[in-house]
Protein backbone atom coordinates (compact mmCIF):
# COMPACT_ATOMS: atom_id res chain seq x y z
CA UNK A 1 0.00 0.00 0.00
CA UNK A 2 1.42 3.72 -0.89
CA UNK A 3 0.43 6.83 1.42
CA UNK A 4 -0.75 9.23 -0.75
CA UNK A 5 -0.52 13.08 0.20
CA UNK A 6 -2.14 16.04 -1.68
CA UNK A 7 -1.19 19.86 -1.62
CA UNK A 8 -1.47 22.63 -3.32
CA UNK A 9 -5.27 23.57 -3.52
CA UNK A 10 -6.97 26.69 -2.06
CA UNK A 11 -8.63 29.58 -3.10
CA UNK A 12 -8.08 31.31 -6.57
CA UNK A 13 -10.20 34.01 -8.61
CA UNK A 14 -11.66 32.78 -11.74
CA UNK A 15 -8.86 32.92 -14.58
CA UNK A 16 -6.16 31.86 -12.12
CA UNK A 17 -3.80 29.39 -11.73
CA UNK A 18 -2.52 26.49 -8.96
CA UNK A 19 -0.53 23.68 -9.25
CA UNK A 20 -0.82 20.64 -7.26
CA UNK A 21 1.45 18.25 -5.94
CA UNK A 22 0.65 14.32 -4.80
CA UNK A 23 3.85 13.12 -2.86
CA UNK A 24 4.13 9.01 -2.13
CA UNK A 25 5.26 6.64 -0.40
CA UNK A 26 7.48 3.88 -0.97
CA UNK A 27 9.87 2.83 -3.69
CA UNK A 28 7.29 1.78 -6.54
CA UNK A 29 6.15 4.87 -7.34
CA UNK A 30 7.68 4.88 -10.84
CA UNK A 31 5.59 1.55 -11.61
CA UNK A 32 2.72 2.72 -11.74
CA UNK A 33 0.78 4.66 -13.59
CA UNK A 34 -1.00 7.83 -11.61
CA UNK A 35 -4.05 9.82 -11.72
CA UNK A 36 -6.39 13.11 -10.90
CA UNK A 37 -9.82 13.04 -9.70
CA UNK A 38 -12.22 15.88 -8.27
CA UNK A 39 -15.71 15.70 -6.49
CA UNK A 40 -17.74 18.32 -6.13
CA UNK A 41 -20.37 18.92 -3.17
CA UNK A 42 -23.60 16.68 -3.92
CA UNK A 43 -21.43 15.41 -7.63
CA UNK A 44 -20.07 12.14 -8.48
CA UNK A 45 -16.11 11.85 -8.07
CA UNK A 46 -15.17 12.18 -11.46
CA UNK A 47 -11.60 11.78 -14.01
CA UNK A 48 -9.17 14.83 -13.97
CA UNK A 49 -6.48 13.48 -15.85
CA UNK A 50 -4.16 10.70 -16.03
CA UNK A 51 -0.45 9.71 -16.58
CA UNK A 52 1.22 6.52 -17.86
CA UNK A 53 4.47 5.84 -16.57
CA UNK A 54 5.82 6.20 -19.68
CA UNK A 55 4.59 9.72 -19.43
CA UNK A 56 1.61 9.12 -21.66
CA UNK A 57 -1.19 11.63 -20.40
CA UNK A 58 -5.45 11.99 -21.20
CA UNK A 59 -7.67 14.58 -19.81
CA UNK A 60 -11.21 14.87 -19.69
CA UNK A 61 -12.78 17.14 -21.94
CA UNK A 62 -13.69 19.83 -19.43
CA UNK A 63 -9.65 20.21 -18.61
CA UNK A 64 -8.21 19.65 -22.35
CA UNK A 65 -5.56 22.70 -22.64
CA UNK A 66 -6.04 24.01 -19.21
CA UNK A 67 -4.16 21.42 -16.97
CA UNK A 68 -1.34 19.66 -17.52
CA UNK A 69 -0.45 16.36 -15.23
CA UNK A 70 3.23 15.07 -14.87
CA UNK A 71 5.40 13.35 -12.68
CA UNK A 72 8.76 13.34 -11.07
CA UNK A 73 9.95 9.56 -10.53
CA UNK A 74 12.91 11.04 -8.35
CA UNK A 75 11.03 12.47 -6.18
CA UNK A 76 8.12 10.45 -6.05
CA UNK A 77 5.65 13.19 -7.11
CA UNK A 78 2.89 13.53 -9.02
CA UNK A 79 1.79 17.02 -10.29
CA UNK A 80 -1.31 18.72 -11.59
CA UNK A 81 -1.22 22.28 -13.38
CA UNK A 82 -4.21 24.01 -13.60
CA UNK A 83 -5.22 27.21 -15.30
CA UNK A 84 -7.80 29.50 -16.60
CA UNK A 85 -9.71 28.27 -13.80
CA UNK A 86 -13.50 28.51 -13.75
CA UNK A 87 -15.99 28.74 -10.38
CA UNK A 88 -17.22 25.01 -11.92
CA UNK A 89 -13.19 23.72 -11.07
CA UNK A 90 -14.49 24.20 -7.38
CA UNK A 91 -13.93 20.55 -5.75
CA UNK A 92 -11.88 18.61 -3.75
CA UNK A 93 -8.98 17.01 -6.15
CA UNK A 94 -7.68 13.38 -5.10
CA UNK A 95 -4.70 11.66 -6.45
CA UNK A 96 -4.60 8.36 -7.12
CA UNK A 97 -2.32 5.07 -7.95
CA UNK A 98 -3.46 2.65 -10.37
CA UNK A 99 -3.80 1.50 -13.83
CA UNK A 100 -3.98 4.21 -16.87
CA UNK A 101 -7.46 5.04 -16.95
CA UNK A 102 -10.70 7.30 -16.77
CA UNK A 103 -12.14 4.97 -14.40
CA UNK A 104 -12.10 5.32 -10.34
CA UNK A 105 -12.69 1.60 -9.85
CA UNK A 106 -9.14 1.07 -11.54
CA UNK A 107 -6.82 2.72 -8.77
CA UNK A 108 -6.31 0.95 -5.60
CA UNK A 109 -4.53 3.73 -3.55
CA UNK A 110 -6.15 7.55 -2.84
CA UNK A 111 -5.10 10.72 -0.90
CA UNK A 112 -7.24 12.68 1.16
CA UNK A 113 -7.84 15.37 -1.12
CA UNK A 114 -7.00 18.77 -1.19
CA UNK A 115 -9.81 21.67 -1.49
CA UNK A 116 -9.22 23.81 -5.11
CA UNK A 117 -11.88 26.93 -4.45
CA UNK A 118 -12.35 29.01 -7.55
CA UNK A 119 -14.36 32.67 -7.06
CA UNK A 120 -15.89 34.29 -9.63
Known amino acids: QVHLVESGGGLVQAGGSLRLSCAASGRTFSNYAMGWFRQAPGKEREFVAT???????TYAESMKGRATISRDNAKNTLYLEMNTLKPEDTAVYYC??????????????WGQGTQVTVSS
Open 51 to 57: ISRSGST
Open 96 to 109: ARGGYSILSGDYDS
